[in-house]
C-alpha cells in the first residue's frame, strides 16, 4: 500500500514472490492510473509453479537402457504407501519415461514400478522425488534384472537309429 501519489500513471511491478507456497515473480508491469482521492487496488494473480521429473528404466547388468524394457510402467504417488496414484507413465524404447507438469516443487512424490515386460523381473522399490527448482528436472533411475534360464538337452537313440556297441578285443 502506497499513500501521498501525485495524481497520475505508474507501474507495478512484482519484485519479490511469496514466501509460502511454490511461487515465481510474475514480471508483467501493470499500467496503473491514479487520480484524486480514489483508492486504486490492482490484482495480480498468482500461480504455482509445477514441473515434471524423469524416470529411467536400466539393466542392472549394463546400467543402460534395453530396448527390451520399452512398455515397462510405474506409478507416481503422494503417498510412501503407494495408495493414492497420481499418474502412470509408461518407459519408452530409449529407457526413459516423463511425467507431466502436474507436480509441486518443493512436496515430495513416490514413484514405483508397476510392471515389467515379458522376461525382465520388476524393480519392488518405492523411490522417493522431490523437485527444488523448476529448470532443474529430477530424474529417478531404476534397474531391471533379465534372468537368464538354463536349457538342458538330451539326445536319445530311436530303435531304427541305433549305435551298436562292440566289445573291446
Given amino acids: 500500500k502506497k499513500t501521498g501519489l501525485e495524481v497520475g ?26 487520480g484524486g482521492t480514489m483508492l486504486v487496488r490492482v490484482k495480480i494473480r498468482e500461480d504455482e509453479v509445477l514441473t515434471h521429473f524423469t524416470i529411467q528404466k536400466v539393466d542392472e547388468k549394463t546400467g543402460k537402457a534395453d530396448p527390451g524394457l520399452e512398455g515397462t510402467t510405474f506409478g507416481v ?4 504407501a503407494c495408495t493414492d496414484k ?3 507413465v509408461m518407459v519408452g524404447a530409449d529407457g526413459i519415461g516423463t511425467t507431466g507438469d502436474h507436480y509441486y516443487l518443493g512436496k515430495t512424490y513416490y514413484v514405483k514400478e508397476l510392471s515389467a515386460p515379458a522376461g525382465w523381473l520388476m524393480d519392488t522399490g518405492v523411490k522417493a522425488v522431490k523437485a527444488t527448482d523448476a529448470v532443474k528436472v529430477p530424474s529417478l533411475t531404476f534397474e531391471n ?8 538337452v538330451q539326445k536319445t537313440v530311436s530303435d531304427e537309429n541305433y549305435i551298436k556297441m562292440y566289445p573291446l578285443t
Fill in 9 to 34: 500513471t505508474y507501474y507495478v511491478k512484482e519484485t519479490r514472490a511469496p514466501l509460502s507456497g511454490n511461487y515465481e515473480i510474475n514480471d508483467t508491469v501493470y499500467p496503473v492510473e491514479v
Fill in 77 to 80: 504417488f503422494s503417498d510412501r
Fill in 86 to 88: 497420481l499418474e502412470t
Fill in 145 to 152: 534384472t533379465n534372468p537368464k534360464g538354463k536349457i538342458q
